[in-house]
Nanobody
Framework: QVRLVESGGGLVQAGDSLRLSCAAS????????MGWFRQAPGKEREFLAAVRWSGGGNTIYADFVKGRFTISRDNAKNTVYLQMNSLKLEDTAVYYC??????????????????WGQGTQVTVSS
């Protein structure tokens, strides 16, 4: 199956930027879409963004991150990125990468993706 490894998290100040990376290995030919989720302590996992792996690489975003977060792909490197700008305290969470082989492309379908990374911690302080 697909193995996903996130990196790029860290401790930043409010207003700063971070770029998260998710490197895929294994059966990457099975990937239809990749996405990002996050989970804050005591809260449920929430969808952030997703990108179709093939074709034009169209994207979808959660409304609350649109305009601040940008998802992108580098198929040659089997890597997906999440550029996060203007970070807020409420962005503090563990950020997870997901990959799905099914031919669906919605927040709901990505929530049931077949492969998940281990997560990378993002902490935003004032």
């Amino acid at each position: 199956q697909v193995r996903l490894v996130e990196s790029g998290g860290g401790l930043v100040q409010a207003g700063d930027s971070l770029r998260l990376s998710c490197a895929a290995s294994g059966r990457t030919f099975r990937i239809y879409a990749m996405g990002w989720f996050r989970q804050a302590p005591g809260k449920e996992r929430e969808f952030l963004a997703a990108v179709r792996w093939s074709g034009g690489g169209n994207t979808i975003y959660a409304d609350f991150v649109k305009g601040r977060f940008t998802i992108s792909r580098d198929n040659a490197k089997n890597t997906v990125y999440l550029q996060m700008n203007s970070l807020k305290l409420e962005d503090t969470a563990v950020y997870y990468c997901a990959a799905d082989s099914r031919p669906y492309f919605t927040p709901g379908s990505m929530a049931n993706a077949g492969s998940w990374g281990q997560g990378t911690q993002v902490t935003v302080s004032s």
